[in-house]
């Protein structure tokens, strides 16, 4: 591979016409893009009803490769009879989640019963035990809602990802407490829930503060632990834009990375041709160095006074506190424990004093640390200290990397639900819901291997592979007595997160559904999404689904204990929408989305004034202990878990990484300084062990651009390295903090 020098352009170009092939034709990869469905993909602005490859401000063409890469993968062929005959258990989980992915469409309801062994060979001779085999839509339903009614609803989970609707999603979690149980959790505790509760923390709303449309009134976007050229590629236009009206670019991430320097817009002649400098300013702390450095940026302004005095005052609580704080606070340690240089902390905080208009932007670089809710809160500090948020073109913006995973939370999907949104679902439906604690997505793992849940449903995503220690994950997955995954395409969870029995119902694409479904972006902006024709006979509506199982399961309840619904009428998505209104505070108007197509902004969220949601209307700054460097000692390597510039969440669709230049996934990168330290070499295999177990066959692959005593590797292959521990305050992983040994191959006894 020969080492690009800007990410997007020509190889961007390339790679859209080699997918459009795969996808059967331009024309036909055209239209499918182009139909009025929300992205697939991210959360950054894509409107529905606008048309695909239009952008909520209605700017066309709005489209990136992961947006490609998604739509390809729902046009594959059907995964055939023969192949469950062909593919025991034990090699699926022989192959990579880049394999599993290719394998084609799920169309067939299938179920496999570990253990049976040749008993289970059905009149075909096809084994029970060792493979999946196909049943039909009946059976599905009836052992899905025989072992729920067969289950304490505490015994069970109910895992959603951000790949569905809100119609799907609200009704899944409505049946789940009509069943029982708060075990309702969903994909953000692995991601962004820290974003969420520490955006709370302080200005009592969990989402961004701005609309699309601020991006572009700005002077200046902190980027801070993300890598948005692989991950959210739309972003790139914005940030050119900002960079070609004279604003400024500050990026904060411990690895250099090709895209967030140099980037050429496809969609943009100038740029493609001649490129466009993204980054004004690059700072690249240590790993778990982000809380200092962010601090240090604050000291210098309180130092200088270029703080908002009267703004901080007026509109803030613990302003008293924190200036104190950073005033106690030594430069010694802010640069100890964070890495940065002092004169990169004074030029970014001589950025910031000169801008007047800034946005915050982060992602899971911030998150997946041990302390993630006070990171979002330090950023948080920073952006009020200047009177950043609550104005125009000026906020926080957590950059969300699945579609819906914003709208899912909003629904209900959460163990403890919003004092409103509980008393309003009961008094609408004519319920008495559980009140019990309910279990955070590891929780439930936890849960599951202690014998203490039976049964997981999960409605999209990949459990299994998002876990961290992922032979934990696989032993607690396969210790239910049944797991349920609605999905369109086959991933590692079917492989290693089997249980008892497992059971995968094949489902319907966003872009292929039969009624409209709505979504929301991480701008909190409702989108309409209009569905179309199915591409492959077999699967079925998620919501037809749900409620079909719902209405079994729940059907011979006793007299009196059954819940007032019916569930027949909540197949029809304009019904769910109309409860969510009357339901969901800010949610009102999704009641005539159907009909009226009028999209809309959910009030109370965004703060163009400085009015806050908190119980005193003001904002709640945070002091903070800095944490101490983890991984000092010798031989030791702070680790990080990344994604790849052909990889979106858990989903590998290509192996290679075109910006790091790297051919494959079985990877460390380091730097050489690291790997002469090591006493290793470009190419050596190597274990690498952490805090979950080791990984052997591992090649070193040496890595200029990230910092010395730091490392990466590629999610979700080194999850077997991470451990369970989580931050306190949202039950995130630390992902992305991972002290680890690397040692030659040789050297294993």
Not at 637 to 653: K, P
Request: hydrophobic share 35%.
């Amino acid at each position: 591979m020969r080492k690009v020098t800007t990410g997007g352009g020509w190889p961007a170009i390339r790679y859209s016409l080699k997918k459009a092939r795969q996808a059967g034709g331009m024309w036909r990869f055209f239209q499918a893009m182009r139909s009025r469905n929300a992205c697939k993909t991210c959360a950054l602005g894509m409107g529905g009803q606008r048309g695909g490859m239009v952008n909520e401000a209605g700017r066309w063409p709005e489209v990136c490769k992961k947006s490609m890469q998604a739509m390809v993968a729902d046009m594959q062929g059907a995964i055939t009879p023969e192949f469950w005959r062909s593919y025991s258990v034990e090699q699926l989980r022989g192959l990579s989640p880049r394999d599993l992915e290719n394998c084609g469409r799920l169309v067939n309801p299938v179920v496999y019963e570990a253990g049976q062994g040749e008993a289970g060979r059905d009149e075909t001779g096809q084994g029970g035990g060792g493979h999946y085999r196909p049943i039909s839509w009946d059976e599905a339903y009836e052992r899905i809602a025989a072992k729920l009614r067969a289950t304490a609803p505490d015994e069970s989970f109910w895992y959603f990802s951000g790949r569905s609707g809100n119609e799907a999603g609200f009704l899944l979690q409505l049946f789940a407490r009509v069943y029982g149980t708060n075990n309702v959790n969903n994909c953000s505790y692995y991601c962004h829930q820290a974003s969420g509760v520490g955006l709370t923390s302080v200005t009592g709303s969990g989402t961004a503060t701005i609309t699309l449309e601020d991006l572009d009134s700005s002077d200046l976007i902190f980027l801070i632990g993300g890598n948005p050229a692989s991950n959210h590629p739309r972003l790139m236009t914005t940030l050119k834009d900002l960079r070609r009206r004279g604003g400024d670019v500050i990026v904060v991430n411990t690895i250099r990375e090709t895209g967030l320097v140099n980037f050429s817009v496809p969609s943009d002649p100038r740029s493609l041709l001649f490129g466009s400098k993204i980054a004004s300013q690059y700072v690249r702390p240590h790993i778990g160095g982000d809380l200092a450095l962010l601090t240090g940026v604050a000291k210098r302004l309180l130092e200088r006074g270029e703080h908002a005095e009267a703004f901080l005052g007026e509109n803030c609580k613990g302003w008293p506190e924190l200036r104190d704080r950073l005033s106690a606070t030594t430069w010694e340690e802010i640069l100890s424990r964070s890495g940065a240089e002092r004169s990169a902390i004074d030029e970014m905080a001589d950025r910031y004093a000169r801008a007047k208009r800034v946005v915050f932007a982060w992602t899971m670089g911030i998150t997946h640390h041990a302390h993630g809710v006070e990171n979002v809160q330090a950023i948080a500090n920073l952006a009020l200290m200047r009177g950043m948020v609550g104005k125009p073109g000026a906020g926080l913006m957590p950059i969300r990397g699945h579609s819906n995973v914003q709208g899912i939370g909003s629904v209900g999907v959460t163990p403890r639900l919003k004092e409103a949104v509980f008393e309003r679902l009961e008094s609408h439906f004519g319920l008495e819901l559980p009140t019990t604690e309910g279990r955070d997505t590891m929780a439930c793992i936890e849960g599951a291997a202690a014998g203490e849940l039976k049964m997981g449903f999960c409605l999209g995503g990949n459990l299994y592979g998002s876990n961290p220690d992922s032979a934990y994950a696989a032993k607690a997955l396969q210790n239910l007595d049944t797991a349920v995954y609605l999905s369109t395409t086959l991933n590692t969870g079917h492989a290693h997160g089997t249980a008892r029995e497992t059971i995968i119902l094949p489902v319907l694409a966003r872009d292929e559904e039969p009624q409209a479904t709505t979504q929301e972006s991480m701008f909190n902006f409702v989108r309409l999404s209009d569905g179309g024709p199915r591409r492959l006979e077999g699967p079925r509506s998620e919501v037809e689904v749900i409620a079909q199982i719902a209405e079994a399961a729940l059907r011979d309840r006793p007299k009196g204990d059954a819940a007032p619904i019916d569930w027949a009428s909540m197949r029809d998505t304009g019904r769910i929408r109309e409860a969510i209104a009357a339901i969901v505070p800010g949610y009102e108007r999704i009641a005539e989305i159907g009909r009226t197509k009028q999209e809309f902004q959910i009030a109370g969220r965004t703060f163009h004034e400085p009015r806050f949601a908190t119980a005193t209307g003001k904002a709640q700054l945070h002091t903070h202990a800095l944490p101490e460097l983890a991984g000092r000692g010798d031989g030791e390597i702070r680790l990080m878990t990344i994604r790849s510039e052909g990889q979106f969440n858990t989903v590998v669709y290509e192996e290679h990484d075109l910006y790091r230049n790297v051919p494959s996934r079985d990877v460390v990168l380091l730097h050489p300084q690291d790997i002469e330290r090591l006493g290793l070499k470009g190419g050596d295999r190597v274990t690498v062990r952490g805090p979950a177990g080791a990984l052997g066959a591992v090649r070193v692959h040496p890595f200029e651009e990230i910092r010395p005593g730091n490392g990466a590797m590629y999610y979700p292959e080194a999850n077997a390295l991470v451990g369970r521990g989580v931050d306190p305050s949202s039950k995130t992983p630390a992902f992305k903090c991972v002290v680890v040994t690397v040692t030659p191959e040789l050297a294993i006894v």
